[in-house]
Protein backbone atom coordinates (compact mmCIF):
# COMPACT_ATOMS: atom_id res chain seq x y z
CA UNK A 1 0.00 0.00 0.00
CA UNK A 2 1.18 3.05 -1.19
CA UNK A 3 1.99 6.60 1.39
CA UNK A 4 -1.02 7.75 -0.34
CA UNK A 5 -3.08 5.55 0.07
CA UNK A 6 -2.24 4.89 3.68
CA UNK A 7 -2.90 8.78 4.32
CA UNK A 8 -6.38 8.95 2.21
CA UNK A 9 -7.19 5.53 4.51
CA UNK A 10 -6.95 7.40 7.78
CA UNK A 11 -8.71 10.41 6.30
CA UNK A 12 -11.47 8.21 5.94
CA UNK A 13 -11.09 6.91 8.93
CA UNK A 14 -10.90 9.68 10.75
CA UNK A 15 -13.89 11.54 9.45
CA UNK A 16 -15.93 8.49 10.73
CA UNK A 17 -14.50 7.97 13.95
CA UNK A 18 -14.99 11.95 13.98
CA UNK A 19 -18.88 11.45 12.93
CA UNK A 20 -19.35 8.78 15.37
CA UNK A 21 -18.07 10.83 18.30
CA UNK A 22 -20.31 13.93 17.15
CA UNK A 23 -23.35 11.36 16.94
CA UNK A 24 -22.61 9.92 20.21
CA UNK A 25 -22.42 13.73 21.69
CA UNK A 26 -25.72 14.87 20.39
CA UNK A 27 -27.32 11.57 21.55
CA UNK A 28 -26.51 12.55 24.96
CA UNK A 29 -29.05 14.41 27.19
CA UNK A 30 -27.10 16.98 29.56
CA UNK A 31 -30.17 18.31 30.89
CA UNK A 32 -30.41 14.46 32.57
CA UNK A 33 -27.18 14.72 33.41
CA UNK A 34 -27.45 18.00 35.37
CA UNK A 35 -30.57 16.15 37.16
CA UNK A 36 -28.81 13.07 37.81
CA UNK A 37 -25.72 15.07 39.05
CA UNK A 38 -28.21 16.91 41.72
CA UNK A 39 -29.88 13.83 42.52
CA UNK A 40 -26.91 11.57 43.70
CA UNK A 41 -25.06 14.75 45.46
CA UNK A 42 -28.64 14.89 47.69
CA UNK A 43 -28.62 11.28 47.84
CA UNK A 44 -24.72 11.09 48.90
CA UNK A 45 -24.55 13.53 50.63
CA UNK A 46 -21.99 14.61 48.05
CA UNK A 47 -20.15 17.96 46.01
CA UNK A 48 -18.63 16.03 43.74
CA UNK A 49 -21.45 15.80 41.80
CA UNK A 50 -21.10 19.77 41.40
CA UNK A 51 -17.95 19.35 39.48
CA UNK A 52 -18.66 20.69 35.93
CA UNK A 53 -14.76 19.73 35.05
CA UNK A 54 -15.45 15.62 35.29
CA UNK A 55 -18.18 13.93 33.30
CA UNK A 56 -20.53 11.53 34.97
CA UNK A 57 -18.94 8.52 33.17
CA UNK A 58 -15.07 9.68 35.55
CA UNK A 59 -17.22 10.19 38.42
CA UNK A 60 -19.25 6.81 38.20
CA UNK A 61 -17.30 4.35 36.98
CA UNK A 62 -15.42 2.93 39.88
CA UNK A 63 -18.54 2.03 40.96
CA UNK A 64 -18.06 3.55 44.54
CA UNK A 65 -20.22 5.98 44.48
CA UNK A 66 -23.40 3.64 42.69
CA UNK A 67 -22.62 1.00 45.59
CA UNK A 68 -23.06 3.65 47.99
CA UNK A 69 -25.89 5.20 46.76
CA UNK A 70 -27.84 1.69 46.49
CA UNK A 71 -26.64 1.53 50.40
CA UNK A 72 -27.77 4.74 51.17
CA UNK A 73 -31.14 3.94 49.49
CA UNK A 74 -31.54 0.61 50.93
CA UNK A 75 -28.82 0.02 53.58
CA UNK A 76 -27.13 -3.61 53.17
CA UNK A 77 -27.86 -3.97 49.49
CA UNK A 78 -24.00 -4.13 48.50
CA UNK A 79 -21.69 -6.05 51.00
CA UNK A 80 -18.78 -5.26 50.29
CA UNK A 81 -18.03 -2.22 48.16
CA UNK A 82 -13.95 -2.30 46.49
CA UNK A 83 -11.80 1.00 46.98
CA UNK A 84 -9.04 -0.68 44.94
CA UNK A 85 -8.07 0.94 41.45
CA UNK A 86 -7.60 -2.40 39.72
CA UNK A 87 -10.15 -2.61 36.67
CA UNK A 88 -11.45 -6.02 37.78
CA UNK A 89 -12.40 -4.36 40.97
CA UNK A 90 -14.13 -1.39 40.04
CA UNK A 91 -16.10 -3.75 37.36
CA UNK A 92 -16.93 -5.46 40.05
CA UNK A 93 -18.60 -2.61 42.20
CA UNK A 94 -20.57 -1.40 38.92
CA UNK A 95 -21.77 -5.13 38.34
CA UNK A 96 -23.05 -5.23 42.14
CA UNK A 97 -24.67 -1.76 41.76
CA UNK A 98 -26.81 -3.40 38.76
CA UNK A 99 -27.52 -6.55 40.21
CA UNK A 100 -28.45 -4.34 43.48
CA UNK A 101 -31.06 -1.63 41.18
CA UNK A 102 -32.35 -4.90 39.77
CA UNK A 103 -33.06 -6.63 43.29
CA UNK A 104 -34.69 -2.79 44.04
CA UNK A 105 -36.94 -3.48 41.36
CA UNK A 106 -35.60 -2.39 38.37
CA UNK A 107 -36.58 -4.24 35.06
CA UNK A 108 -33.40 -5.76 33.13
CA UNK A 109 -34.58 -3.89 30.53
CA UNK A 110 -33.88 -0.59 32.09
CA UNK A 111 -30.13 -1.58 33.51
CA UNK A 112 -26.52 -1.17 31.68
CA UNK A 113 -23.95 -3.35 31.15
CA UNK A 114 -20.93 -2.73 33.11
CA UNK A 115 -19.39 -1.72 29.91
CA UNK A 116 -21.64 1.02 28.97
CA UNK A 117 -20.54 2.98 31.89
CA UNK A 118 -16.53 1.62 33.06
CA UNK A 119 -15.83 1.83 29.10
CA UNK A 120 -17.82 5.05 28.45
CA UNK A 121 -19.74 2.69 25.57
CA UNK A 122 -23.05 4.11 25.87
CA UNK A 123 -23.76 6.43 28.69
CA UNK A 124 -26.76 7.77 27.66
CA UNK A 125 -28.02 4.16 28.37
CA UNK A 126 -26.87 4.72 32.11
CA UNK A 127 -28.21 8.10 32.26
CA UNK A 128 -31.68 6.38 31.43
CA UNK A 129 -30.98 3.37 34.35
CA UNK A 130 -29.80 5.95 36.39
CA UNK A 131 -32.96 7.96 36.16
CA UNK A 132 -35.08 4.64 35.94
CA UNK A 133 -33.46 4.09 39.48
CA UNK A 134 -34.69 7.71 40.51
CA UNK A 135 -37.93 7.24 39.38
CA UNK A 136 -38.20 3.79 41.48
CA UNK A 137 -37.07 5.45 44.74
CA UNK A 138 -39.86 8.47 43.85
CA UNK A 139 -42.42 5.86 42.64
CA UNK A 140 -42.25 3.12 45.26
CA UNK A 141 -40.55 4.97 48.52
CA UNK A 142 -37.52 4.50 50.59
CA UNK A 143 -39.37 1.67 52.85
CA UNK A 144 -40.60 -0.75 49.64
CA UNK A 145 -37.18 -0.08 48.41
CA UNK A 146 -35.40 -1.61 51.49
CA UNK A 147 -38.42 -3.99 52.32
CA UNK A 148 -37.08 -5.53 49.06
CA UNK A 149 -33.75 -5.74 49.91
CA UNK A 150 -33.99 -7.39 52.89
CA UNK A 151 -36.13 -9.92 51.51
CA UNK A 152 -34.82 -10.62 48.37
CA UNK A 153 -37.34 -10.46 46.11
CA UNK A 154 -36.38 -10.54 42.83
CA UNK A 155 -37.82 -8.13 39.94
CA UNK A 156 -39.53 -9.79 37.15
CA UNK A 157 -37.00 -11.44 34.61
CA UNK A 158 -34.05 -11.96 37.24
CA UNK A 159 -33.15 -15.70 38.05
CA UNK A 160 -32.33 -16.71 41.43
CA UNK A 161 -28.90 -16.30 42.58
CA UNK A 162 -29.05 -19.47 43.90
CA UNK A 163 -30.50 -21.51 40.59
CA UNK A 164 -27.82 -22.58 39.15
CA UNK A 165 -25.66 -23.02 42.43
CA UNK A 166 -25.26 -27.19 44.11
CA UNK A 167 -27.03 -26.49 47.71
CA UNK A 168 -24.06 -24.74 50.05
CA UNK A 169 -22.48 -26.92 52.42
CA UNK A 170 -20.31 -26.00 55.63
CA UNK A 171 -16.56 -25.70 54.84
CA UNK A 172 -14.39 -28.71 55.84
CA UNK A 173 -17.07 -31.13 55.11
CA UNK A 174 -16.85 -33.38 51.90
CA UNK A 175 -19.17 -33.27 49.36
CA UNK A 176 -22.10 -36.32 49.54
CA UNK A 177 -21.41 -38.75 47.68
CA UNK A 178 -24.25 -40.57 45.83
CA UNK A 179 -26.29 -43.46 47.09
CA UNK A 180 -25.02 -46.89 46.06
CA UNK A 181 -27.38 -49.73 46.29
Keep these: MSQQ??????????SLNATLAR????????????EL???????????VFDDQGK???ELLMD????????????PGTIKRVNSSSLSFKQM?????FIRGTK????????????LDLFEDKDMPVVLTSLDGLRKLVARDGLEALRARALSGVLSPGMRSPTST?????????????????
Design 5 to 14: QEGEEEAVLG
Design 23 to 34: KKAEKYDHSLDA
Design 37 to 47: RTWLGTQLGLK
Design 55 to 57: SLQ
Design 63 to 74: GVHLCNLLNTLA
Design 92 to 96: ENVTN
Design 103 to 114: RLGLPESECFST
Design 165 to 181: RSPARKWGTPPASPATS
